[in-house]
Nanobody, 116 residues
Framework: QVHVVESGGGLVQVGGSLRLSCAASGRTESSYTMGWFRQAPKKEREFVATISWNGGYTYYAASVKGRFTISRDNAKNTVYLQMNSLKPEDTAVYYC?????????WGQGTQVTVSS
């Protein structure tokens, strides 16, 4: 079992920045793919960004590309999401995903609110 905990959410003004963190514990391995999803009120959960096990491959949703940066520290079993130039439409609960290819593990989410 893998336990996933997100942190770093909060309230920020338009154009501001936040850095989310996601720590994985338990049966973790550095070979896991890690990523971020988000869910806005009354909307379905959507993909935000993902990073390969060694950080050599990253992929972003079109809506965040150029503004968000995903990174990871395998020594700490942690993935980060640096969010810059935040917009009101970025308001959502952000969830961390850890995947070994056969199983997906999710955290409880962290709220990000961008005020205009």
């Amino acid at each position: 079992q893998v336990h996933v905990v997100e942190s770093g959410g909060g309230l920020v003004q338009v154009g501001g920045s936040l850095r989310l963190s996601c720590a994985a514990s338990g049966r973790t391995e550095s070979s896991y793919t890690m990523g971020w999803f988000r869910q806005a009120p009354k909307k379905e959960r959507e993909f935000v960004a993902t990073i390969s096990w060694n950080g050599g491959y990253t992929y972003y949703a079109a809506s965040v590309k150029g503004r968000f940066t995903i990174s990871r520290d395998n020594a700490k079993n942690t993935v980060y999401l640096q969010m810059n130039s935040l917009k009101p439409e970025d308001t959502a609960v952000y969830y961390c995903n850890v995947s070994d290819g056969a199983h997906d593990y999710w955290g409880q989410g962290t709220q990000v609110t961008v005020s205009s």
